[in-house]
T-cell receptor, first 113, second 116 residues
Framework: AQSVAQPEDQVKVAEGNPLTVKCTYS??????LFWYVQYPNRGLQFLLK??????LVKGSYGFEAEFNKSQTSFHLKKPSALVSDSALYFC???????????FGIGTKLQVIP | GAGVSQSPRYKVAKRGQDVALRCDPI?????LFWYQQALGQGPEFLTY????????KSGLPSDRFFAERPEGSVSTLKIQRTQQEDSAVYLC??????????????FGDGTRLSIL
């Protein structure tokens, strides 16, 4: 079985400050990891993914994430937060082949002006 | 089309009624997924199609839920004899290639279903 944990229901950060949204995972085999963002009354939008290769992955809107195999983590980061980054962020995992994607429960990011 | 389109955006039904939710994926996308997203939760997998073949329906919560994709493009999720616990947002997603887990999914904006 595969699972994702997002330990923080909410993250608050001041505009201009760096942000981190945490994610840990559990999967058999090598993980495929994803971050998605959801704005109110909208579907999920893909931000970035880790499949293989460099542990630091860069994605859309200045976001990046670091894959850490020993800690089974895939934290989302951004050097300087914008008010417009305020949204719900979901981490997701599968183990390749055809495997249904498992999502975390989401972390609400609030960037304060 | 430019993105995944779902209709209706909002659906209100009385308990016991049947409902049908439509998903129009991005043209040419082989894989199609349905998810159920309860309030304050992440999307939960319902079912997966590769073209017209339903390869995984393990997430459907009961036999009241039925999905089809007869021509390998548009898909319909049908819920019979709706119950209040069916109230949720139903999300559809598609991806271009036969999904081997590497490709991100493209989501529609969902249908918010409310059962009274």
């Amino acid at each position: 079985a595969q699972s994702v944990a997002q330990p923080e229901d909410q993250v608050k950060v001041a505009e201009g400050n760096p942000l981190t949204v945490k994610c840990t995972y559990s999967v058999s085999g090598n993980p495929y990891l994803f971050w998605y963002v959801q704005y109110p009354n909208r579907g999920l939008q893909f931000l970035l993914k880790y499949i293989t290769g460099d542990n630091l992955v860069k994605g859309s809107y200045g976001f990046e994430a670091e894959f850490n195999k020993s800690q089974t983590s895939f934290h989302l980061k951004k050097p300087s937060a914008l008010v417009s980054d305020s949204a719900l962020y979901f981490c997701a995992v599968n183990s390749g082949g055809y495997q249904k994607v498992t999502f975390g429960i989401g972390t609400k990011l609030q960037v304060i002006p | 089309g430019a993105g995944v389109s779902q209709s209706p955006r909002y659906k209100v039904a009385k308990r016991g009624q049947d409902v049908a939710l439509r998903c129009d994926p991005i043209s040419g996308h082989v894989s199609l997924f349905w998810y159920q997203q309860a309030l304050g939760q992440g999307p939960e997998f319902l079912t997966y199609f590769q073209n017209e073949a339903q390869l995984d329906k393990s997430g459907l919560p009961s036999d009241r839920f039925f999905a089809e994709r007869p021509e390998g493009s548009v898909s319909t999720l049908k819920i019979q004899r709706t119950q209040q616990e069916d109230s949720a947002v139903y999300l559809c997603a598609s991806s271009l290639v036969r999904d081997r887990g590497r490709q991100p999914q493209h989501f529609g904006d969902g249908t918010r279903l409310s059962i009274l």
